[in-house]
């Protein structure tokens, strides 16, 4: 049931030929960009479908029955804050049949990243106050997908706020998340090292994986509330500490750090909320963060406050435009 409120057609596998005709052969005016986890085509397939088609290069000789259980997980990825799987393609050696290339097809996100919504230069389509919230909520509800929702979870996603994509309604979906498959293919194993924690043993790994995202996505958030991006980790250890430090003021001064775009719209409870889950999920130590579940309830709540700030029945929601004036009435006392 929850398929097929998606509106997503059945995964399936894709012939070669069907990739080259959505794509005029891989023409360079369907090349969207290549990373670390392979080169990316946007592709318009012949029922008008628009999506885009992950290519991967193997680096090792496998045959296709050794993907099998790689392709299971990725059908799964099926879910409302995920840029789902629509389908695979295996191109092979013509000599010993061998896995050569990959393909995995999604589903197209059209509308630009969470970053041209929400970064200084872009006011003309600033995200309101609400529609972060709810572009928060979705987003660590695809976290959440991700590490119960399917069996075996994927963990340790290393998320960004440029693979947060926005679609024709203002739903946040994940982009990118570490399938082993797409670390097989690169000849290495896609875990984040950086300074998350002191002790990288493997039972630290295992006991706090799923912390590792919380971190990425309080990155995210102070992006999200300060409207700015942070350049490296130890300018985001910087405004987690003044975030900090004005968590406990007054409304005011909380008020004139977050981003000017949104500054008129926020209540002061539902600011105050964000700020401390944000600053929590930046705890240098992965213990002290706060769980998956825990983030979203905060952010809930953040919702929650905001609107019965505003003295609206109706949830905050993501399809208003974000071009169309505040209609939010905030008494400031």
């Not at 109706?314 to 435009?321: A, Y």
Request: hydrophobic residues 35%; neutral net charge.
């Amino acid at each position: 049931m929850k398929l097929g409120a998606l509106g997503l057609p059945t995964y399936r596998t894709f012939s070669l030929e069907d990739l080259e005709d959505a794509t005029n052969n891989f023409d360079t005016t369907a090349f969207m960009g290549e990373g670390s986890q392979g080169q990316m085509y946007r592709g318009r397939l012949r029922d008008g479908t628009f999506v885009a088609i992950r290519c991967l290069k193997m680096k090792k000789s496998h045959s296709t029955q050794s993907f099998m259980h790689h392709v299971e997980l990725i059908s799964k990825l099926r879910y409302r804050h995920l840029a789902s799987a629509l389908g695979h393609c295996f191109e092979c050696y013509l000599d010993d049949s061998s896995v050569s290339r990959i393909f995995l097809i999604f589903e197209y996100i059209p509308n630009g990243t969470l970053r041209s919504w929400i970064s200084e230069g872009h006011a003309a389509r600033s995200l309101t106050w609400p529609q972060r919230i709810s572009a928060a909520i979705g987003i660590v509800k695809g976290i959440q997908f991700l590490h119960t929702g399917i069996v075996p979870g994927v963990y340790s996603n290393n998320l960004k706020i440029t693979d947060v994509l926005m679609d024709q309604n203002l739903v946040a979906k994940i982009s990118s998340y570490n399938l082993p498959l797409l670390a097989e293919s690169a000849g290495k194993v896609g875990h984040r090292t950086s300074a998350l924690t002191k002790d990288s043993s493997n039972s630290s790994r295992v006991n706090y994986e799923d912390k590792f995202d919380v971190y990425d996505f309080g990155v995210i958030l102070l992006e999200m509330i300060l409207g700015r991006p942070s350049k490296s980790s130890n300018e985001v250890q910087l405004l987690k500490n003044q975030l900090q430090a004005v968590v406990t003021t007054d409304d005011e001064t909380r008020r004139s750090i977050a981003d000017p775009a949104v500054q008129t719209s926020c209540s002061n409870q539902s600011l105050k909320t964000m700020m401390e889950i944000c600053v929590r999920c930046l705890l240098m130590d992965p213990a002290e963060r706060p769980s998956v579940e825990d983030v979203l309830w905060n952010l809930q709540f953040a919702a929650q406050v905001l609107d019965a700030c505003r003295g609206d029945s109706r949830s905050s929601s993501p399809n208003d435009s974000p071009s169309q004036p505040a209609h939010l009435h905030v008494a400031f006392h």
